[in-house]
C-alpha cells in the first residue's frame, strides 16, 4: 500500500531537502550506501531514526555501517536487522505508523512521520538476455581484451558485464569503454589503422 503515502503523505523514495525531516520520526528501510547515509546524516537531524535491514550485514561501504553501528551502541538512532518493514497505517491519509516484521515472526508496530525506503536497483537484462549471449549471475561475460562478447560485434561495458576481477566503479567503466571504442573500430574497419590522439597534444576535438 506504498502508493496511498506518495506524494507528501509520508512515504520518500528520496531526501530531496533534509530540513524536512528535522524534529521527525524517520524509519529508513535498506542496507546499501545511501540507507547507511542517510541514516548517518539524519541521526542529526531527525528526532528519532530507525534503519530497518532484512539482513545482518550491509552491502555499503564498510566505513558507513560502522558509523551506523557506532550511532547505534551509542543510544542516538535504532539498528534492527534481519527483518522488513510489513505494513503502514495510516490516519486521514497520512502515515502515522509501520509494522516491522523480524525474519523469527515477531511484529512490532512503531509511531512514524516518514518512511524512508532506499533499496537500491537491481538491474535486468531484459531482452537483450535473448541474445544467445554467455551469461554468469546475469551479467554478460567479456574479453577483457576489448570487452566483445560471446556474440560477435557486441561488446558489453560498465555493471552488465562480468569477468576475474570485475569492480563496479565509474573509474573502471571509463577503462572499460576505451578498450572497448579501440576494438570495436578493428571490427568495423578492419582494414584501417587506428590512431590513438592525446589530448595534450591534440586538443579537445570539437562536434
Given at each position: 500500500?506504498?502508493?496511498?503515502?506518495?506524494?507528501?503523505?509520508?512515504?520518500?523514495?528520496?531526501?530531496?531537502?533534509?530540513?524536512?525531516?528535522?524534529?521527525?520520526?524517520?524509519?529508513?528501510?535498506?542496507?546499501?550506501?545511501?540507507?547507511?547515509?542517510?541514516?548517518?546524516?539524519?541521526?542529526?537531524?531527525?528526532?528519532?531514526?530507525?534503519?530497518?535491514?532484512?539482513?545482518?550485514?550491509?552491502?555499503?561501504?564498510?566505513?558507513?555501517?560502522?558509523?551506523?553501528?557506532?550511532?547505534?551502541?551509542?543510544?542516538?538512532?535504532?539498528?534492527?536487522?534481519?527483518?522488513?518493514?510489513?505494513?503502514?497505517?495510516?490516519?486521514?491519509?497520512?502515515?502515522?505508523?509501520?509494522?516491522?516484521?523480524?525474519?523469527?515472526?515477531?511484529?512490532?508496530?512503531?509511531?512514524?512521520?516518514?518512511?524512508?525506503?532506499?533499496?537500491?536497483?537491481?538491474?535486468?537484462?531484459?531482452?537483450?538476455?535473448?541474445?544467445?549471449?554467455e551469461l554468469e549471475n546475469d551479467a554478460v561475460v567479456v574479453n577483457t581484451v576489448d570487452y566483445s562478447t560471446s556474440l560477435p560485434g557486441v561488446y558489453a561495458i560498465g555493471d552488465i558485464n562480468t569477468y576475474p576481477g570485475k569492480l563496479k566503479l565509474i573509474l573502471c567503466g571509463f577503462h572499460e569503454a576505451?578498450?572497448?571504442?579501440?576494438?570495436?573500430?578493428?571490427?568495423?574497419?578492419?582494414?584501417?589503422?587506428?590512431?590513438?590522439?592525446?589530448?595534450?597534444?591534440?586538443?579537445?576535438?570539437?562536434?
Amino acid at each position: 500500500n506504498l502508493e496511498r503515502f506518495e506524494g507528501g503523505k509520508g512515504v520518500h523514495y528520496m531526501v530531496r531537502d533534509p530540513e524536512h525531516l528535522r524534529d521527525k520520526k524517520i524509519v529508513i528501510a535498506g542496507g546499501g550506501d545511501s540507507a547507511l547515509d542517510w541514516t548517518n546524516f539524519l541521526a542529526n537531524v531527525a528526532a528519532d531514526v530507525t534503519l530497518v535491514h532484512r539482513g545482518t550485514t550491509f552491502r555499503g561501504a564498510a566505513d558507513s555501517a560502522e558509523k551506523v553501528k557506532t550511532l547505534h551502541e551509542a543510544g542516538k538512532i535504532k539498528l534492527v536487522l534481519s527483518s522488513n518493514v510489513t505494513h503502514l497505517h495510516s490516519e486521514d491519509d497520512m502515515l502515522q505508523q509501520v509494522t516491522i516484521t523480524g525474519n523469527n515472526g515477531e511484529a512490532e508496530t512503531v509511531p512514524v512521520d516518514a518512511f524512508v525506503p532506499l533499496f537500491g536497483l537491481t538491474p535486468k537484462l531484459g531482452p537483450i538476455g535473448d541474445w544467445g549471449l554467455e551469461l554468469e549471475n546475469d551479467a554478460v561475460v567479456v574479453n577483457t581484451v576489448d570487452y566483445s562478447t560471446s556474440l560477435p560485434g557486441v561488446y558489453a561495458i560498465g555493471d552488465i558485464n562480468t569477468y576475474p576481477g570485475k569492480l563496479k566503479l565509474i573509474l573502471c567503466g571509463f577503462h572499460e569503454a576505451a578498450l572497448m571504442c579501440q576494438g570495436a573500430f578493428k571490427y568495423i574497419y578492419p582494414d584501417k589503422k587506428y590512431t590513438l590522439k592525446y589530448t595534450t597534444v591534440n586538443g579537445v576535438p570539437t562536434l
